[in-house]
Structures are given as structure tokens and as C-alpha cells.
């Protein structure tokens, strides 16, 4: 028999409830057969599905395993787990490492929730480091005033040894740290730390600062893939699936339908699609006029379509727009 499709989803917390939300916005009802405690799960109408709830760490090892297809978890866990070159890791901007995952990961898309930066941060005492060129001077200095290495507690051990290393940082010791990281300093534990934050208020609260260029990677909650588990018939097409519904969501909620009364609706639709991205996927002719349009250019089309002639206008939102290509399977597929 066909092996099912394996979803691995967070087990607890606030990553648990917008996990589900996000699979509920799909019509992908995840349900737990024997209660919130149990561990296994499945999803309403998709009998080739079968869910299991993991610990977010845990989620990124599965993956890397291949013991599951589909999963959602930190992007910034993978990194940690499955590791990545150095020339991966380094000082980035916003947006410069989406859609990149370390293998045997691939990033499906990104789900807009769970953002956080993982970051390099020191006391706010010191006032000679703002840079990560400062904190290499101050390791090297640190050894020969206090004779043993500068202490860096993190959960982030591989992510920051390489970073450091990259940008310099090369007398450090390592201090792991599954708890509360930013309380390290002022417990006199470790000199700094390497954490993850959402608004940076906990580290302020504790005496810390975020180094300038300290940013190692910006993290969100993602759809990812294993492109080492054992990809079945049914697992495929289960995830087609799953991933249709996923992708009617995300492009009924970037864009509206508007529909015209218009003369010359044929031409008007063409004008209209070469200069604000708007299709007319029903056609068009007579005066009557359906299109659907980026949301963010809702009140320009409608203005152009007033100067156009229009008598009557209306903009509506839609519940999903299913098309026939499903760049989030057929990306999926190219690896896989």
C-alpha cells in the first residue's frame, strides 16, 4: 500500500494555534483523534494525510531525517539543525535569506507568523562595542586580562560558532543555554549572548544591547519539505492537495474581484491588465467587465474604470482563487 502523507505540526503554544489557523484558512481542519493530548492526528477530507505533533526542535530533525513530508517549524531551527555553510550565515537584510533552507529542507513558503531575529547581543555596559569588528578586538583582549576566553551563552550553538568565526570572533567558549538566555550576563554566566528575539524588549530589560551588525539570520514559521523522505504515489498527490488549497488561500487574500458595468469591456479589460496586473480570468465582452486585481490597486482600477465610462462598480473579497498552476507543488515537485 501507497505510504500517506506525513504533516508534522507544532505540539503547544502560540505556534500550535497559528499553525492550525493557517491550516483551518485552507479548509485543512486539523484534527487530534483522542484530544488536544493526543499526539497523532489527521486532516478533515484528505484521507491521505496523517498528522503527528512534534516540539518545534524535534519538527526540524524529523525533517532532516525524513521521517515526515511536510512540516512547519522555525526556519532559523533548521538552520540550526540541519546546518548550512558559512557562506550561508552572515549579516543579512530583511529578506535577503527568504526561501533559502539548509538541505534536505525546502522551504514551501513562509506563513507570516513566528517572526524573530536571531541576534548577537552584549551589555549594555559596553560602550566600546557596537560593531561585530568591536567584539573580535574585545575577545582578543578579554584572554589576556581575564586568562580564559570570552563567554557566549546560546541554544544557537552551530549557527553561532560560524558566525562568529566569520566576522572574526575566534577566543569565545560556548556556553549552551535551553533556558533563559538573556539572563546569562547578569548571572555571571557568560560575558554575551547569541538569542532570538521578536521586539528586543526582554533584552533591554536585561542591561543588553543587539550589536549593529549582529543579525545573524531573520527567522519566521515556515511550510517546509524533506526532500529525504520517501515520497510515495499517495504522499504526491496528497500534497498537491494540500498545497492547492494552501495556494488558493494565499492568492484570494492578495487580491480582489472587481466587477464594471462598462462599454467596451473587452478592450477596457486588456488596459486595465497591462497597467495595474489585473486579469479578467472569465473573459470579457459586451458591458460587463470581471476582474480580478491586486488588492493594493483596488481604488486606482476603480477610478480608471470610472474615467472609463463605468456606471456601476463593485470590489469584493474572495474566499480562494484556484488556478491551474500551483507554483508551490510544482516548485515542491523540481526536488523532489
Same mark, same amino acid.
Given at each position: 500500500?501507497?505510504?500517506?502523507?506525513?504533516?508534522?505540526?507544532?505540539?503547544?503554544?502560540?505556534?500550535?494555534?497559528?499553525?492550525?489557523?493557517?491550516?483551518?484558512?485552507?479548509?485543512?481542519?486539523?484534527?487530534?483523534?483522542?484530544?488536544? +493530548?493526543?499526539?497523532?492526528?489527521?486532516?478533515?477530507?484528505?484521507?491521505?494525510?496523517?498528522?503527528?505533533?512534534?516540539?518545534?526542535?524535534?519538527?526540524?530533525?524529523?525533517?532532516?531525517?525524513?521521517?515526515?513530508?511536510?512540516?512547519?517549524?522555525?526556519?532559523?531551527?533548521?538552520?540550526?539543525?540541519?546546518?548550512?555553510?558559512?557562506?550561508?550565515?552572515?549579516?543579512?537584510?530583511?529578506?535577503?535569506?527568504?526561501?533559502?533552507?539548509?538541505?534536505?529542507?525546502?522551504?514551501?513558503?513562509?506563513?507570516?507568523?513566528?517572526?524573530?531575529?536571531?541576534?548577537?547581543?552584549?551589555?549594555?555596559?559596553?560602550?566600546?562595542?557596537?560593531?561585530?569588528?568591536?567584539?573580535?578586538?574585545?575577545?582578543?583582549?578579554?584572554?589576556?586580562?581575564?586568562?580564559?576566553?570570552?563567554?557566549?551563552?546560546?541554544?544557537?550553538?552551530?549557527?553561532?560558532?560560524?558566525?562568529?568565526?566569520?566576522?572574526?570572533?575566534?577566543?569565545?567558549?560556548?556556553?549552551?543555554?535551553?533556558?533563559?538566555? %538573556?539572563?546569562?550576563?547578569?548571572?555571571?554566566?557568560? %560575558?554575551?549572548?547569541?538569542?532570538?528575539?521578536?521586539?528586543? +524588549?526582554?533584552?533591554?530589560?536585561?542591561?543588553?544591547?543587539?550589536?549593529?551588525?549582529?543579525?545573524?539570520?531573520?527567522?519566521?514559521?515556515?511550510?517546509?519539505?524533506?526532500?529525504?523522505?520517501?515520497?510515495?504515489?499517495?504522499?504526491? %498527490?496528497?500534497?498537491?492537495?494540500?498545497?492547492?488549497?494552501?495556494?488558493?488561500?494565499?492568492?484570494? +487574500?492578495?487580491?480582489? +474581484?472587481?466587477?464594471?458595468?462598462?462599454?467596451?469591456?473587452?478592450?477596457?479589460?486588456? %488596459?486595465?491588465?497591462?497597467?495595474?496586473?489585473?486579469?479578467?480570468?472569465?473573459?470579457?465582452?459586451?458591458?460587463?467587465?470581471?476582474?480580478?486585481?491586486?488588492?493594493?490597486?483596488?481604488?486606482?482600477?476603480?477610478?480608471?474604470?470610472?474615467?472609463?465610462?463605468?456606471?456601476?462598480?463593485?470590489?469584493?473579497?474572495?474566499?480562494?482563487?484556484?488556478?491551474?498552476?500551483?507554483?508551490?507543488?510544482?516548485?515542491?515537485?523540481?526536488?523532489?
Amino acid at each position: 500500500m501507497s505510504e500517506p502523507l506525513i504533516v508534522a505540526v507544532p505540539s503547544k503554544g502560540r505556534l500550535q494555534e497559528q499553525t492550525l489557523a493557517f491550516f483551518e484558512r485552507s479548509a485543512l481542519s486539523v484534527r487530534q483523534a483522542r484530544g488536544a +493530548r493526543d499526539y497523532f492526528g489527521s486532516i478533515d477530507g484528505l484521507p491521505g494525510a496523517s498528522v503527528q505533533f512534534r516540539s518545534a526542535s524535534e519538527i526540524a530533525r524529523e525533517v532532516g531525517a525524513g521521517a515526515v513530508h511536510l512540516a512547519v517549524t522555525g526556519v532559523d531551527l533548521l538552520h540550526e539543525t540541519l546546518g548550512a555553510s558559512a557562506g550561508e550565515i552572515r549579516p543579512v537584510d530583511a529578506g535577503s535569506l527568504d526561501a533559502v533552507a539548509p538541505d534536505p529542507a525546502h522551504i514551501v513558503t513562509r506563513l507570516g507568523f513566528g517572526g524573530a531575529n536571531v541576534v548577537v547581543a552584549v551589555p549594555q555596559a559596553w560602550l566600546d562595542v557596537s560593531t561585530m569588528a568591536d567584539l573580535a578586538d574585545v575577545a582578543a583582549r578579554f584572554r589576556l586580562k581575564h586568562h580564559r576566553p570570552m563567554r557566549v551563552a546560546t541554544k544557537y550553538v552551530a549557527l553561532t560558532r560560524r558566525f562568529l568565526t566569520g566576522h572574526g570572533v575566534h577566543d569565545y567558549l560556548i556556553v549552551e543555554s535551553p533556558g533563559a538566555t %538573556e539572563g546569562a550576563p547578569a548571572a555571571g554566566t557568560a %560575558e554575551l549572548i547569541v538569542d532570538i528575539t521578536s521586539t528586543g +524588549r526582554t533584552l533591554t530589560e536585561n542591561g543588553l544591547k543587539i550589536v549593529d551588525d549582529g543579525v545573524i539570520m531573520r527567522s519566521e514559521a515556515a511550510l517546509v519539505a524533506s526532500l529525504s523522505a520517501d515520497w510515495s504515489p499517495l504522499a504526491r %498527490e496528497t500534497a498537491r492537495t494540500m498545497l492547492t488549497r494552501i495556494a488558493a488561500d494565499a492568492r484570494a +487574500r492578495s487580491v480582489r +474581484r472587481i466587477e464594471a458595468a462598462i462599454p467596451d469591456a473587452a478592450r477596457l479589460a486588456a %488596459e486595465v491588465g497591462a497597467r495595474f496586473g489585473a486579469t479578467a480570468p472569465f473573459g470579457a465582452g459586451g458591458d460587463r467587465l470581471t476582474l480580478i486585481a491586486p488588492a493594493k490597486a483596488t481604488q486606482a482600477i476603480a477610478a480608471h474604470l470610472l474615467a472609463a465610462g463605468a456606471s456601476a462598480i463593485t470590489v469584493q473579497s474572495v474566499e480562494y482563487v484556484f488556478e491551474a498552476e500551483n507554483p508551490l507543488y510544482d516548485a515542491l515537485a523540481r526536488r523532489i
